[in-house]
């Protein structure tokens, strides 16, 4: 990570976290926090780093990708 004042610094987190919320949070309405971290846990080790395809890794998934390495 670079210092402070460098927008280039948490591009990536920044990537993440964008994705997240377009694609889990919008829309839904969590009854309690237990329910919203379990449903971001589930999103990310179930269906991000498993199913869902990446076009930055030749649109396999994680899981795939390092498979295939």
């Not at 829309?27 to 846990?41: D, H, L, P, T, Y």
């Not at 780093?49 to 498979?67: A, F, I, Q, W």
Request: aromatic share 14%; with cysteine.
């Amino acid at each position: 990570m670079s210092g402070k004042g460098c927008c280039y610094g948490n591009v990536m987190m920044e990537n993440c976290y964008h994705t997240l919320k377009t694609e889990l949070m919008r829309g839904n309405a969590f009854a309690s926090r237990e329910q919203a971290m379990n449903a971001i846990f589930d999103y990310i080790e179930v269906f991000y780093n498993h199913r869902r395809k990446h076009s930055t890794l030749g649109y396999l998934t994680p899981v795939d990708y390092e498979m295939a390495a």
